[in-house]
């Protein structure tokens, strides 16, 4: 009995071990961060018939991605208004002014993820971000469809990695008050405009 009773108890305080230890804490998505010397962000829009194209030259990111661990992937990436670049000082000017971006104000816009998962189509694979951006005074939820070209340890940096993502899709710049007063109207400049984000990102094991 007494040896019943020895192997109840351990069999109980093994349990009891077992119910009440805390969980394993599963492991993050690795981050990235964005080199920004071999990434880009350009804009296009239409004015009168023609597309202007311009750029904004001052951004960084913190991208966490693991394609097989998205529930803890995400994006956060921020934009300096102010270093709008449309090869045009004066236009440059005027853009950060109010009856645009109002820089002075609202210097940043950012945008912010809230989940990414896995899509296909037409047999090929890509990422759709859902997140909150804010330009302006202005936050929408949008949906970001991201291509994942791979990573790589970097040859020149023993363990060192790089990856590379990019997206392209389109905002309504009325949504975000991008254009007050007669610069809301669509006759010279188009309310509909293209994004496309090309990003390098690395990360050390060190």
Do not use: C
């Not at 962000?41 to 991208?63: C, L, Y």
């Amino acid at each position: 009995m007494k040896k019943i009773a020895i192997t109840i108890t351990v069999f109980v305080a093994a349990f009891m071990l077992t119910a009440f230890s805390p969980a394993p804490q599963k492991a993050e998505a690795p981050t990235w961060s964005v080199d920004k010397g071999h990434s880009s962000v350009v804009f296009s829009v239409r004015h009168f018939f023609s597309d202007v194209v311009g750029s904004f030259d001052d951004f960084d990111g913190e991208i966490k991605f693991d394609p097989d661990d998205l529930a803890t992937s995400s994006i956060s990436f921020t934009v300096q208004v102010g270093s709008v670049n449309t090869k045009n000082e004066r236009r440059d000017g005027h853009l950060q002014s109010a009856d645009f971006f109002n820089a002075e104000q609202w210097p940043t816009m950012k945008f912010e993820s809230t989940s990414i998962s896995k899509k296909k189509k037409k047999g090929s694979v890509y990422y759709l971000a859902k997140g909150k951006l804010t330009v302006r005074d202005v936050t929408k939820e949008i949906e970001i469809p991201v291509n994942y070209l791979g990573s790589m340890e970097n040859t020149r940096r023993k363990g060192s990695y790089v990856g590379g993502f990019n997206t392209e899709f389109m905002i309504n710049r009325n949504d975000y008050g991008v254009g007050t007063g007669d610069w809301a109207a669509t006759t010279t400049i188009g309310d509909e405009v293209k994004i496309t984000v090309n990003v390098e990102v690395r990360r050390s094991d060190s």
